[in-house]
């Protein structure tokens, strides 16, 4: 178990001694770095998710066609195969 002074983390931030650094610093229109970078983060990851969503959806319908398209060529057959067993008889 760690255990950490007021001071070292005052000093992390750079309380003691002069100003907060640059990424520490906000005015009162801007949001905390961390705050940014979270929101960036969810957008990425929202994106990434709708896109991997697009590609999954677009593998159903192409497995789809296929299956489709198989099944259309079976059917072709077994509809030749019958007239062709119709006429021998």
Known sequence: MSVHSQ???NEELGAIGGKKPISWQTSPCSRPS???I???LA???????QQQKRVLIQSIKDQSDTTNSTLDVIS???TEMLRITQISD
Do not use: I, N
């Not at 957008?43 to 998710?49: G, I, R, S």
């Open 76 to 78: 072709r057959t077994q």
């Open 38 to 40: 979270m929101e960036s």
């Open 7 to 9: 001071d070292r983390d």
């Open 34 to 36: 961390s705050v940014a």
């Open 43 to 49: 957008k990425t990851l929202t994106e990434q998710k």
